[in-house]
């Protein structure tokens, strides 16, 4: 996920829509209203599932994005109109793509014998490389020339039970470092760094390692002297989790999404992270512009939007053994068995809202939306 050019723009690479024998697409979402909507600017059909999404990371040119990776160890792209075209090049294993404060400039961490950082001014034609120490992980560059976020390995306090988290900043393209030591109140399992919209503010993203289902946001405006707890972020069951400050000052977004079901959930928050509205994105085929799963099963609810009761009628043939109903927080509210063709399903005791509605098969699900008055 990476901010745009203007204040409410944000781009999203994200798996979609599972096909048979789990082949998927990638497409590049652009939103040019904080998430509210999006419009597909590139499909990529993928054979195999290869991991997380292709990391995206956004030009200070308007309309410039950059993929990385492209599906191949060595390659990355770069779009110069918003995600649409995108311009393979090759680069020895570039990983962390972090965009600088002026156009044409791009970050990219390589490992050859060690760790390498790589920069360009030229929206990646060419690179110099610059001095990197081996134990850090580039994270994001900042909003002023030479400005660079990297991580640390945590350190735990065996004193207060704490662990330290090391934020290493340097303002000099990394010809020198300082490191910040943050405590927190439990071990986690990684965290991530995303850059805010002034010199010296960050995001920090802790997640806690026994369990992925939530994370916690910090802010710092100070180059991490001080940091400030904001929130602690469920995100439930969804795979695959990305998030970014905007370029309007307080503007924080996050991305939640399952490989296996349709829905897409993005978090917006305008008071750097403490509270988010979610809008949800359902991406069928008429929101994406491709195919549907194949052979896609009629399948009736009613009555939507429902306030005691909903019915659910299936073909007689169908392959599903139960339903969930996940409401927008990726949170599995009612659950129960398909018993046959025809189901009824008592809601009274949900809130009211959204849901999704997932019947689960050997072999998949098939999700529908309601609301519950």
């Known amino acids: 996920m990476a901010m745009g050019k203007d204040t409410s723009e944000i781009y999203l690479s994200t798996y979609w829509y599972p096909y048979e024998y789990y082949s998927i697409y990638e497409t590049i979402l652009h939103s040019t209203d904080n998430g509210l909507s999006f419009s597909v600017r590139n499909n990529e059909f ?34 110069l109109d918003t995600g649409m075209t995108l311009i393979k090049k090759y680069f020895l294993h570039p990983n962390s793509p972090a965009s600088g404060c002026i156009p044409g400039e791009i970050y990219f961490q390589s490992y050859l014998s060690g760790p390498v950082l790589c920069r360009s001014t030229d929206f990646g034609s060419s690179f ?30 065996s004193i207060y039970v704490d662990t330290i988290m090391n934020v290493v900043i340097s303002t000099d393209y990394g010809a020198t470092y300082q490191s910040h030591k943050i405590s927190i109140p439990y071990d986690p399992f990684y965290y991530d760094i995303r850059r805010g919209t002034s ?60 490989t296996w079901t349709p829905e897409l959930f993005i978090d917006y928050s305008t008071d750097y992270g403490v509270t988010f509205t979610t809008y ?10 491709t195919g549907n799963r194949s052979n896609p099963i009629n399948i009736k609810i009613f009555p939507n939007p429902a306030t005691t009761q909903i019915n659910i009628e299936l073909p007689k043939d169908n392959p599903y053994h139960s339903l969930q109903f996940v409401n927008i ?26 849901y999704f509605v997932k019947l689960v098969a050997k072999n998949g699900v098939q999700v529908r939306k309601i609301i519950k008055q």
């Open 280 to 289: 949800v994105h359902y991406l069928d085929s008429t929101y994406t512009g």
């Open 329 to 354: 927080f990726g949170q599995v509210c009612l659950q129960q068995e398909i018993t046959g063709p025809a189901n009824t399903v008592d809601i009274t005791a949900l809130p009211t809202g959204v």
């Open 46 to 79: 993928i054979y195999t599932l290869p991991g997380a999404p292709s990391a995206l990371s956004s030009d200070s040119k308007s309309g410039v994005v950059y993929k990385c990776p492209d599906h191949a160890p060595d390659t990355f792209s770069v779009s």
């Open 199 to 258: 010199p010296g503010e960050f995001y920090l993203l802790v997640w806690d390692s026994p369990n992925e289902d939530y994370f916690y946001i910090y802010h710092a405006t100070d180059y991490g002297n001080t940091v400030t707890f904001q929130q602690k972020h469920d995100v439930g069951f969804w795979y695959f989790t990305s998030y970014t400050a905007g370029r309007k000052p307080g503007t924080f977004y996050v991305a939640r999404r399952s």
């Open 128 to 157: 110099d490389t610059l001095p990197m120490a081996d134990s850090l992980e580039l994270q994001e560059a900042g909003v002023n020339p030479g400005e660079l976020y990297f991580s640390g390995y945590p350190i735990v306090d």
